[in-house]
Structures are given as structure tokens and as C-alpha cells.
């Protein structure tokens, strides 16, 4: 594990990469509403992922400073063109990073995050190869859902009806590769048990599907 320091117009954000050695591939974490790199629920799901050879990438896509605003007007978080924009930036500088500049790269989107990772992998078509959305809002991707040539896997609580149906209506714009997981009894938090293990194991089967470095090994599901 080390420390990631990005600069994206003007700001610096923080973040925590982590990479096996050797390493399938690095998927980038995006936070979903007045959440961090501290999310116990991706911090999960990413230990998950380390435990299956891909290294991770858990980042901040607001400063301090901002999460403050945030949190007494709730904006930032739905302003998903700024997410993305950030979310872009760590997507090259993962790049240029040495031990993983060959490296393919996933996006792991929870919440609000699913929609910046989406709209980053519009815009970065030949580095991002596979998306995970976890009770993710990819409807706010909105233009960019056409555009998106990673395979999408969108995890849903089986409770959570609202999102239920805006994952529909994100995936009937999608152009590629795209399916729809359901997990019966879980709400949007996936706070029931076992319900968190599930979306590890959907996760990390879909990057190692797709991700080049993982396309030759499967899981068991």
C-alpha cells in the first residue's frame, strides 16, 4: 500500500494504491455520495479484489475542504462531470505509474461514483476495460452511457426498487457488453449478510473476466 497524490485542475487529491505482486490488473475506486477512500464497504470489496491478484486504487474525488461544503449542501456529489473529470486524471496517473503502466485498468463505481466512472470510461475508451457499479446511479452519466465500450456489470439490492429501475433505463442506453445483478433481500447500503460478500464476488468474477492480465481465469460463483 502507498500513498497517491493527484493533481487535477488545481487541487490534489488523495488516495491509497495497493498492488500485488505481480499484479492481473488495478481497478480505480469512485465513492459514492458523502463517502471517501475510508468507505468500509469498498475498502471490503477492494481487499477482495487484492486477494484475487488485482491491485486497487481508492481515492478521494473531493478535497477536504470540499467534503466539508458537501456535506452541509450535498452538490459535489452529484456533480458528476466534475467527479469524472477527477476520476479521468487518476485513471493516467495510475498509467504512468511504473509496476502498472502495463497494467489494464477496471472502474468500481458505488453511488453517484458509478456515474463519474462511467462517464471516465466514455472518455477513456482504450485504458478502461471493465466497470463495476455497486447501488450505483449510472442514469447520471446521462450522454456519456452511449459512448462506453467497457463491459458494465451493475449490482443492484434487491430491495433498493428505485435504483432497480434507473439501472434499467441506464442499461437500455448502454452499447456494450452490459448485465444487470440483482441481489435478493439487499437494500441500497448492502448492509444484510452476506449481502457485501456477494458483490465481492460479482466484482472481482467480472474483472477477472475482462480485465486482459485475468481473461484466462475464472470463479466460482
Not at 437494500?187 to 444484510?192: D, G, I, N, P, S
Not at 467480472?206 to 466460482?220: A, K, M, N, Q, V
Request: charged residues 25%.
Amino acid at each position: 500500500m502507498r500513498e497517491a497524490a493527484i493533481e487535477v485542475a488545481g487541487v490534489r487529491l488523495a488516495g491509497d494504491l495497493a498492488l500485488p505482486q505481480p499484479a492481473r490488473g488495478v481497478v480505480v475506486f469512485a465513492h459514492g455520495s458523502g463517502s471517501s477512500r475510508f468507505s468500509p464497504r469498498n475498502r471490503y470489496v477492494a481487499e477482495a479484489l487484492r486477494q484475487e491478484g488485482l491491485g486497487t486504487l481508492l481515492l478521494d474525488l473531493l478535497t477536504g475542504d470540499e467534503e466539508d461544503v458537501d456535506a452541509r449542501t450535498a452538490h459535489l456529489r452529484f456533480d458528476v462531470p466534475l467527479l469524472a473529470e477527477r476520476l479521468v486524471a487518476a485513471i493516467d496517473w495510475v498509467h504512468g505509474v511504473d509496476d502498472a503502466r502495463d497494467l489494464s485498468v477496471g472502474c468500481f463505481g458505488a453511488s453517484t461514483g458509478a456515474a463519474a466512472a462511467l462517464s471516465a470510461a466514455a472518455r477513456r475508451r482504450a485504458l478502461v476495460r471493465a466497470i463495476v457499479s455497486r447501488g450505483g446511479r449510472p442514469d447520471l452519466a446521462q450522454n456519456d452511457l452511449p459512448s462506453v465500450r467497457a463491459p458494465t456489470l451493475l449490482i443492484v439490492g434487491g430491495r433498493d426498487d428505485v435504483v432497480i429501475e434507473l439501472n434499467k433505463q441506464a442499461m437500455a442506453q448502454l452499447r456494450c457488453e452490459a448485465r444487470l445483478e440483482v441481489i435478493p433481500g439487499a437494500t441500497h447500503l448492502f448492509e444484510e449478510p452476506g449481502a457485501l460478500e456477494q458483490v465481492a464476488r460479482l466484482a472481482a468474477a467480472w474483472f477477472l473476466r475482462f480485465l486482459p492480465d485475468g481473461s484466462h481465469r475464472t470463479i466460482d460463483r
